[in-house]
């Protein structure tokens, strides 16, 4: 079964510093993973998504995230937060032997302090 | 500019009292989903529509339903809404596949007196 794990419920940021929002895996098979964003009374917003390829993957807004498959993690990274970077952060996973399920973490809000 | 939009963004029924939540996009995708999301948690699947066929998830309860008349609009019902179907109701749009991105509607938030 796929299960997709953000062990971070906040994180808390100082603007300008990097930011880590934390994603761990399990899928059958190769993964399809992505980070989608959340602004309050709004639907979610792609950022980025890994498929296949080089382990980096650059996104929307600055974001990047590193697939790691040892690790089964898809952490999402910016090297310098913006007080507008402030939001509600999923990650999903879904897998080629899923169908078209996608499966969404928990989610992490992310406090961006001016 | 091609989009997913829903209507109406806020909902006020009755216990009870069916519903009709509307989606429509531009994008001429053959995906399109449902999901309900209660206070800011993970987005839970409900159903999906590849073109014609419906897929329906194990644990959406009957009282959910869905129809796609065609290829633009899709539609959830809500047959006899309890107070914990409150939610957001998003719907999404992917091309085809689960390795494709999925674009999201606002979202119409339900509200059952």
């Known amino acids: 079964a796929q299960s997709v794990a953000q062990p971070e419920d906040q994180v808390n940021v100082a603007e300008g510093n990097p930011l880590t929002v934390k994603c761990t895996y399990s899928?059958?098979?190769?993964?399809?993973l992505f980070w989608y964003v959340q602004y309050p009374n709004r639907g979610l917003q792609f950022l980025l998504k890994y498929i296949t390829g080089d382990n980096l993957v650059k996104g929307s807004y600055g974001f990047e995230a590193e697939f790691n498959k040892s690790q089964t993690s898809f952490h999402l990274k910016k090297p310098s937060a913006l007080v507008s970077d402030s939001a509600l952060y999923f990650c999903a996973v879904s897998g080629n032997t899923g169908g078209f399920k996608t499966i969404f973490g928990a989610g992490t809000r992310l406090f961006v302090k001016a | 500019d091609a989009m997913v939009i829903q209507n109406p963004r806020y909902q006020v029924t009755q216990f009870g009292k069916p519903v009709t939540l509307s989606c429509s996009q531009t994008?001429?995708?053959?995906?399109m989903y449902w999901y309900q999301q209660k206070s800011s948690q993970a987005p839970k699947l409900l159903f999906h529509y590849y073109d014609k066929d419906f897929n329906n998830e194990a644990d959406t309860p009957d009282n959910f339903q869905s129809r796609r008349p065609n290829t633009s609009f899709c539609f959830l019902d809500i047959r006899s809404p309890g107070l914990g179907d409150a939610a957001m109701y998003l719907c999404a749009t992917s091309i085809r596949g689960p390795q494709e991105t999925q674009y999201f509607g606002p979202g119409t938030r339900l509200l059952v007196l």
């Open positions: 994008l001429n995708h053959n995906v």
């Open positions: 899928v059958s098979g190769n993964p399809y």
